[in-house]
């Protein structure tokens, strides 16, 4: 569990006030080889039942976008914007 929704997070640097995060445990970087994603299907699911609640929530298309969207990062080890999160529950 993290902070409530009405707290500003610290996810983000300088778009905190704009956004909610969410944590995802996992990616690897290792600086002597080639970084790996290790996203499950199983953490895939739960970012997209998240991500369904927070819309149906806020009444907001929300986008979703990872770390490497606001600075030069590994982080979170893909591309949020390239996955149809609505889709995967119909799956």
């Known amino acids: ?9 610290a ?3 300088h778009h905190n006030k704009f956004g909610i995060g969410i ?7 290792d600086y002597d080889s080639d970084p790996v994603c290790t996203l499950t299907e199983e953490q895939k699911y739960s970012i ?10 806020t009444g907001k298309d ?3 976008l990872g770390h490497n969207d606001f600075r030069n990062t590994f982080c979170p080890g893909f591309d ?9 529950l119909d799956e």
């Not at 569990?1 to 997070?9: A, N, T």
């Not at 997209?48 to 929530?57: F, S």
Request: aromatic share 12%.
């Open 1 to 9: 569990m993290g902070r409530p929704l009405e707290w500003v997070g």
């Open 11 to 13: 996810h983000t640097l």
């Open 23 to 29: 944590a995802y445990v996992g990616g690897y970087e």
């Open 48 to 57: 997209a039942v998240c991500v369904k609640y927070l819309r149906e929530m």
């Open 62 to 64: 929300l986008k979703v």
């Open 80 to 88: 949020p914007k390239t996955i149809d999160w609505e889709k995967l």
